[in-house]
């Protein structure tokens, strides 16, 4: 009898203060976004938080109070246990050592299953999976290219760039690829581990001649896949280098292009009419938080196949933009998204008009 009063007094405690603090997000938390300037916001359309006003409040509220705490620890207890088992699986390797088959494959084994716990978490209970042709997408790409493409593996995968979700999502595929992703991923607790784990190529985008070595890495990592695609692992891009709010599809970078290998492509729409979780202006905490405060998040991925470029006769690594276009006009018209020529530059100047209005929301320091 006193434990159940014990824990109920403390589950009180709990709920009091979760719905306090949610209440605060959804209000201080989002407020700059709500005041910013209109004109700068429409300029900045692809990388703006929309959706605020549709948010369900009561849905969240609940959330937080039965499912905030099982989920969180869900979540992380998968991503730990993930980053121990790929650990285990290539004890005696280091980053970079060749991988045999068998390790490679309880690695991607082990990622797949575990990234499914996470999206389970995170209230994705399931992806509704969709395979479709380019050719029902681009009326000028040859079916015989898709035949010819069809059964053969290709070293690069591409997605869209919505949210932080979509590594997961494509983890869970039956590619398991590694990644393009910043230098600093290497050094993350638990998430380092398992890029290193599945071969991610890291990258520091600040420096050009880093940019310049991860198409050359890049390079070599396609001549290793077409050697032995059995023992290497492919490697996802998003070409768009960084997120938007889901509803634009922003300009290509050529690092996926330049060697006008055959790409495989997987699209990513999540399907929520109220709540998006796009890594967009509202930042990786609250949208980490917004998302696992959702009773079910629903998400499809598109299968496309692998897009050959032959047909585009494409002569020389300076055609990528050609290349680019092409693959581009292939995923406005999939997931009927607006076409943008705004990039990462674009996204982080408009963070930084975000900035003042953040900082007017905060308590100012008593003068003594």
């Given at each position: 009898m006193i434990a159940l009063i014990t824990f109920v007094v403390i589950w009180a405690a709990y709920a009091i203060f979760i719905v306090r603090f949610v209440r605060k997000q959804l209000t201080k938390g989002v407020a700059h976004l709500v005041k910013e300037d209109p004109v700068v916001g429409e300029k900045y359309d692809p990388f703006r938080r929309k959706d605020i006003a549709k948010w369900n409040r009561a849905e969240m509220y609940f959330c937080a109070v039965f499912l905030l705490p099982i989920r969180l620890v869900w979540f992380v207890s998968s991503t730990a246990l993930c980053a121990a088992l790929v650990k285990i699986c290539l004890i005696g390797k280091s980053y970079g050592d060749h991988v045999s088959f068998v390790r490679r494959l309880l690695v991607k084994t082990v990622c797949q299953i575990l990234a499914r716990s996470c999206l389970l978490a995170l209230g994705f209970h399931w992806i509704k999976t969709e395979h479709t042709e380019i050719t029902d997408h681009s009326p000028t790409y040859p079916r015989g290219s898709v035949l010819k493409s069809q059964n053969r593996p290709a070293p690069i995968i591409l997605s869209n760039h919505v949210s932080w979700v979509d590594i997961f999502i494509?983890?869970?595929?039956?590619?398991?690829?590694?990644?393009?992703?910043?230098?600093?991923?290497?050094?993350?607790?638990?998430?380092?581990?398992?890029?290193?784990?599945?071969?991610?190529?890291?990258?520091?985008?600040?420096?050009?001649?880093?940019?310049?070595?991860?198409?050359?890495?890049?390079?070599?990592?396609?001549?290793?896949?077409?050697?032995?695609?059995?023992?290497?692992?492919?490697?996802?891009?998003?070409?768009?280098?960084?997120?938007?709010?889901?509803?634009?599809?922003?300009?290509?970078?050529?690092?996926?292009?330049?060697?006008?290998?055959?790409?495989?492509?997987?699209?990513?729409?999540?399907?929520?009419?109220?709540?998006?979780?796009?890594?967009?202006?509202?930042g990786l905490g609250l949208s980490f938080l917004f998302t696992l405060l959702q009773l079910h998040n629903p998400v499809t991925r598109y299968d496309l196949g692998v897009f050959n470029p032959d047909h585009l006769k494409l002569k020389s690594e300076d055609d990528w933009q050609a290349y680019a276009s092409s693959v581009k006009d292939v995923y406005v018209k999939l997931l009927g998204l607006k076409s943008s020529d705004m990039g990462f530059s674009d996204k982080t100047y408009y963070y930084k008009t975000l900035v003042p209005l953040k900082k007017s929301q905060q308590p100012s320091k008593k003068q003594d």
């Amino acid at each position: 009898m006193i434990a159940l009063i014990t824990f109920v007094v403390i589950w009180a405690a709990y709920a009091i203060f979760i719905v306090r603090f949610v209440r605060k997000q959804l209000t201080k938390g989002v407020a700059h976004l709500v005041k910013e300037d209109p004109v700068v916001g429409e300029k900045y359309d692809p990388f703006r938080r929309k959706d605020i006003a549709k948010w369900n409040r009561a849905e969240m509220y609940f959330c937080a109070v039965f499912l905030l705490p099982i989920r969180l620890v869900w979540f992380v207890s998968s991503t730990a246990l993930c980053a121990a088992l790929v650990k285990i699986c290539l004890i005696g390797k280091s980053y970079g050592d060749h991988v045999s088959f068998v390790r490679r494959l309880l690695v991607k084994t082990v990622c797949q299953i575990l990234a499914r716990s996470c999206l389970l978490a995170l209230g994705f209970h399931w992806i509704k999976t969709e395979h479709t042709e380019i050719t029902d997408h681009s009326p000028t790409y040859p079916r015989g290219s898709v035949l010819k493409s069809q059964n053969r593996p290709a070293p690069i995968i591409l997605s869209n760039h919505v949210s932080w979700v979509d590594i997961f999502i494509i983890m869970t595929t039956i590619e398991c690829p590694g990644f393009l992703a910043k230098s600093d991923v290497a050094k993350m607790p638990l998430v380092g581990t398992i890029a290193k784990g599945l071969q991610t190529i890291f990258v520091q985008r600040e420096s050009k001649e880093n940019r310049d070595d991860a198409v050359v890495k890049l390079k070599e990592r396609i001549e290793k896949f077409a050697k032995d695609p059995v023992n290497t692992s492919q490697v996802l891009i998003f070409p768009e280098g960084t997120t938007t709010n889901g509803e634009y599809m922003i300009s290509f970078k050529k690092g996926a292009f330049t060697n006008l290998t055959p790409l495989k492509l997987y699209g990513i729409r999540y399907e929520s009419k109220r709540y998006t979780p796009a890594f967009d202006s509202l930042g990786l905490g609250l949208s980490f938080l917004f998302t696992l405060l959702q009773l079910h998040n629903p998400v499809t991925r598109y299968d496309l196949g692998v897009f050959n470029p032959d047909h585009l006769k494409l002569k020389s690594e300076d055609d990528w933009q050609a290349y680019a276009s092409s693959v581009k006009d292939v995923y406005v018209k999939l997931l009927g998204l607006k076409s943008s020529d705004m990039g990462f530059s674009d996204k982080t100047y408009y963070y930084k008009t975000l900035v003042p209005l953040k900082k007017s929301q905060q308590p100012s320091k008593k003068q003594d």
